[in-house]
């Protein structure tokens, strides 16, 4: 089966930084997808990896190693509106985007 | 860019009403348009797919006569849930992508449906 794993919950301090990881197993791989969603919101797209290595958007960076499954998603210079719960995404062979159950990540003071 | 609005953002209605919600990509042509329901601290699921002018793709367990689905043009899909009841209560977001299936999906700000 298909499957995307990333941690339920973290919590990190203002000004810190954090990485949110996300392993994954599909039938096939068309890309990787990081969204944040506030609480009682929609999704809103943060980036997408669909080749190994580091992009950088600002103070988000994401990560991809395909070899490995494996992606994360680097917070840097926390701020309290970060607080939200970070969703990664998967497109398969078919093209049809797998989602994680989402990281709630809490940011205290 | 890439800015889909969703309209309404919230209904309170009685059991047994019909509910219409409408997606559109106000900045550009959305060949794809996808529609999730998501429960209380629960992930998206994805209910159904719909290209323009075709009929829906539905997924597995999702009612296709009680969630109806039309995507008339490149820039309006719409959601009707039938007969309301209770159980339907959830938070409906519908998602757009524009050309080629590795683009991303872009959400409208998604619509809180309470059945009474």
């Known amino acids: 089966g298909q499957n995307i794993d990333q941690p339920t919950e973290m919590t990190a301090t203002e000004g810190a930084i954090v990485q949110i990881n996300c392993t994954y197993q599909t039938s096939g791989f068309n890309g990787l997808f990081w969204y944040q969603q506030h609480a009682g919101e929609a999704p809103t797209f943060l980036s997408y990896?669909?080749l190994d290595g580091l992009e950088e958007k600002g103070r988000f960076s994401s990560f991809l190693s395909r070899s490995k499954g494996y992606s994360y998603l680097l917070l840097k210079e926390l701020q309290m509106k970060d607080s939200a719960s970070y969703l990664c995404?998967?497109?398969?062979?078919?093209?049809?985007?797998?989602w994680g159950a989402g990281t709630k990540l809490i940011i205290k003071p | 860019g890439a800015v889909v609005s969703q309209h309404p953002s919230r209904v309170i209605c009685k059991s047994g009403t019909s509910v219409k919600i409408e997606c559109r990509s106000l900045d550009f042509q959305a060949t794809t348009m996808f529609w999730y329901r998501q429960f209380p601290k629960q992930s998206l699921m994805l209910m159904a797919t719909?290209?323009?002018?075709?009929?829906?793709?539905?997924e597995q367990g999702v009612e296709k006569d009680k969630f109806l689905i039309n995507h008339a043009s490149l820039t309006l899909s719409t959601l009707t849930v039938t007969s309301a009841h209770p159980e339907d209560s959830s938070f409906y977001i519908c998602?757009?992508?524009?050309?080629?299936?590795?683009?991303?999906?872009?959400f409208g700000d998604g619509t809180r449906l309470s059945i009474l």
């Open positions: 995404a998967v497109k398969d062979s078919n093209y049809q985007l797998i």
């Open positions: 990896n669909v």
């Open positions: 719909s290209n323009e002018g075709s009929k829906a793709t539905y």
């Open positions: 998602s757009a992508r524009a050309g080629r299936e590795v683009e991303p999906q872009h």
